[in-house]
């Protein structure tokens, strides 16, 4: 059965490099934002069951999505992926609710690992 996969990142490239570092034999609906409201709004369309998502972005930052996700009780797995590698960033989004953290630059491996760490995606 497909996943619903919400890509959120203000960056085109960035985008593009989650795109094509995403497991080949995942089977997903994607969707992408560019900012942390369209996230949101894709979120409340049930757009995103699973969701990469950047923190540094303009209108509203990930660590407002991840608030709006609590604050309006969503349901949403969301790995953070993000070049913020402070120690503070990390902790405070696994306290909002990430399931993980995935630093950028990444490859193909690194993303594989850490979605099935997370219990969203596996080879099987």
Same mark, same amino acid.
């Given at each position: ?22 497991? #080949? ?12 409201? #369209?996230?949101? #709004?894709a979120l409340r369309k049930g757009l995103g069951e699973v969701v990469l998502l950047d923190l540094t972005m303009p209108v509203l930052d990930g660590f407002g999505v991840l608030e709006g996700i609590r604050d309006e009780g969503l ?20 306290? /909002? ?11 193909? $491996?690194? /993303?594989?690992?850490? /979605?099935? #760490?997370?219990?969203?995606?596996? $080879?099987?």
């Amino acid at each position: 059965m497909s996943v619903a996969l919400l890509i959120v990142d203000d960056s085109g490239f960035s985008r593009k490099a989650m795109l094509k570092s995403l497991p #080949e034999a995942w089977d997903v609906d994607i969707t992408q934002a560019t900012n942390g409201e #369209e996230a949101l #709004e894709a979120l409340r369309k049930g757009l995103g069951e699973v969701v990469l998502l950047d923190l540094t972005m303009p209108v509203l930052d990930g660590f407002g999505v991840l608030e709006g996700i609590r604050d309006e009780g969503l349901t949403a797995k969301v790995v953070v992926v993000s070049a913020d590698i402070q120690p503070k960033a990390k902790l405070r989004v696994i306290t /909002l609710g990430a399931l993980a953290f995935l630093q950028k630059p990444f490859n193909k $491996e690194s /993303l594989a690992a850490t /979605l099935a #760490e997370c219990g969203v995606y596996s $080879e099987d």
